[in-house]
């Protein structure tokens, strides 16, 4: 049928022409892009996986980073207590040293000298050592010690049962975390005693010209006074000299009628003391105690290093296999893509072309009227 009011053949070839163009359009923004999926409509369905697969290789990512800085942390606090062992390996060094009867008092006042710098930069370390503005150690006392002069030992706390833990998340999820534990580093000790007993009363206004007393443990904790001065604790071990008023302590034959003896803290810069032979023998057993204490440390912080590692190679193998399957589902084939793109322009160019013979077919009619 020859009609002019309506060209069907046209209308059909516009559709097809439509079409080619849209996917010719497609094509074009798929290569230029390099993404199959541009927009929602391209697919619904593969938008949502894709997301959802991004939001878990940008977390990963950051985790990878994060962990790498848990990694130079625990580094940092194990160089940090590096240098505290040396200095306690020296300190036990001139215990050994000032043990020996071969020195004199000047030379032991000497090893004193150093070993008084030694814990001080021991002390400087725990309390200064940061991590980008985070405190790497929490210092405690050393808890029971009962020092030189009697027959108790030296007791540390349980190692990692307090402290600082820095939680570092090393996962794209929420809770999904490791903690790097620094455990709590003694800089002080509770020095204490099972005895129990009083101070005696003062000696006599005029004390004998060969009147001395070896100060003990239980002279410093009760107060004592020796040479008319307070006892300190670098006093015990000593023989001091005595003077008028001094009070020692006495301890009581009957237990249940003494008064127990108060705990007094003292810092590790005082206890390592080798300023005589006893104080010398006991600062080895002191010092040995707070390698162990360092050494157990250090064994953490490595744990923690090492498990780092270990997330840092799960995360990167996590993150390449999840990086090839989204590319899979929302990176554009430019091979295919190539293909559709020659097969959209030849569409699209031939619509053209047949939308101008389907315009010429009502033309026709004219031909009719002029016979």
Same mark, same amino acid.
């Given at each position: 049928?020859?009609?002019?009011?309506?060209?069907?053949?046209?209308?059909?070839?516009?559709?097809?022409?439509?079409?080619?163009?849209?996917?010719?359009?497609?094509?074009?923004?798929?290569?230029?892009?390099?993404?199959?999926?541009?927009?929602?409509?391209?697919?619904?369905?593969?938008?949502?996986?894709?997301?959802?697969?991004?939001?878990?290789?940008?977390?990963?990512?950051?985790?990878?980073?994060?962990?790498?800085?848990?990694?130079?942390?625990?580094?940092?606090?194990?160089?940090?207590?590096?240098?505290?062992?040396?200095?306690?390996?020296?300190?036990?060094?001139?215990?050994?040293?000032?043990?020996?009867?071969?020195?004199?008092?000047?030379?032991? !006042? &000497?090893?004193?000298?150093? #070993?008084?710098?030694? +814990?001080?930069? *021991?002390?400087? $370390? =725990?309390?200064? %050592?940061?991590?980008?503005?985070?405190?790497?150690?929490?210092?405690?006392?050393?808890?029971?010690?009962?020092?030189?002069?009697?027959?108790?030992?030296?007791?540390?706390?349980?190692?990692?049962?307090?402290?600082?833990?820095?939680?570092?998340?090393?996962? !794209? &999820?929420?809770?999904?975390? #490791?903690?790097?534990? +620094?455990?709590? *580093?003694?800089? $002080? =000790?509770?020095? %204490?005693?099972?005895?129990?007993?009083?101070?005696?009363?003062?000696?006599?206004?005029?004390?004998?010209?060969?009147?001395?007393?070896?100060?003990?443990?239980?002279?410093?904790?009760?107060?004592?006074?020796?040479?008319?001065?307070?006892?300190?604790?670098?006093?015990?071990?000593?023989?001091?000299?005595?003077?008028?008023?001094?009070?020692?302590?006495?301890?009581?034959?009957?237990?249940?009628?003494?008064?127990?003896?108060?705990?007094?803290?003292?810092?590790?810069?005082?206890?390592?003391?080798?300023?005589?032979?006893?104080?010398?023998?006991?600062?080895?057993?002191?010092?040995?105690?707070?390698?162990?204490?360092?050494?157990?440390?250090?064994?953490?912080?490595?744990?923690?290093?090492?498990?780092?590692?270990?997330?840092?190679?799960?995360?990167?193998?996590?993150?390449?296999?999840?990086?090839?399957?989204?590319?899979?589902?929302?990176?554009?084939?430019?091979?295919?893509?190539?293909?559709?793109?020659?097969?959209?322009?030849?569409?699209?160019?031939?619509?053209?072309?047949?939308?101008?013979?389907?315009?010429?077919?009502?033309?026709?009619?004219?031909?009719?009227?002029?016979?």
């Amino acid at each position: 049928m020859t009609v002019i009011n309506s060209n069907a053949s046209a209308l059909r070839i516009q559709n097809s022409a439509r079409l080619a163009s849209n996917d010719l359009a497609t094509a074009m923004a798929r290569l230029s892009s390099g993404s199959r999926i541009n927009e929602a409509s391209d697919d619904a369905a593969g938008l949502a996986i894709s997301n959802s697969m991004s939001s878990q290789i940008t977390g990963m990512s950051q985790a990878i980073s994060n962990a790498n800085d848990g990694i130079a942390l625990a580094q940092t606090a194990d160089g940090a207590l590096s240098d505290v062992n040396n200095n306690l390996q020296r300190i036990r060094e001139l215990a050994v040293q000032s043990a020996s009867g071969t020195y004199s008092d000047s030379d032991r !006042a &000497n090893m004193q000298t150093e #070993v008084s710098h030694l +814990t001080a930069q *021991i002390t400087n $370390t =725990l309390t200064t %050592s940061q991590f980008n503005g985070v405190s790497l150690f929490d210092t405690m006392g050393l808890g029971s010690w009962t020092g030189p002069g009697t027959s108790n030992t030296a007791t540390l706390p349980a190692i990692g049962s307090n402290g600082l833990a820095t939680t570092i998340q090393t996962g !794209a &999820n929420a809770k999904e975390t #490791v903690d790097i534990d +620094t455990p709590e *580093i003694p800089t $002080t =000790l509770d020095v %204490s005693s099972g005895d129990t007993g009083q101070l005696g009363n003062p000696i006599p206004s005029e004390p004998k010209p060969t009147g001395t007393h070896v100060v003990t443990t239980n002279d410093f904790l009760a107060g004592a006074t020796v040479g008319g001065a307070a006892v300190a604790y670098s006093d015990i071990g000593t023989t001091k000299s005595s003077a008028i008023g001094d009070r020692y302590f006495e301890q009581d034959a009957v237990p249940i009628r003494g008064r127990e003896l108060p705990n007094k803290s003292v810092d590790v810069g005082a206890a390592f003391s080798v300023s005589n032979t006893t104080q010398a023998n006991a600062s080895l057993e002191l010092v040995d105690a707070y390698i162990a204490t360092v050494s157990t440390a250090r064994e953490s912080l490595g744990a923690s290093e090492t498990q780092l590692n270990s997330v840092v190679n799960n995360l990167s193998n996590n993150v390449t296999n999840l990086t090839e399957a989204k590319s899979q589902i929302s990176d554009a084939d430019f091979s295919v893509e190539t293909t559709a793109l020659a097969k959209a322009q030849i569409l699209s160019q031939a619509s053209t072309a047949m939308l101008a013979q389907a315009n010429q077919t009502a033309q026709g009619v004219l031909k009719l009227l002029q016979q």
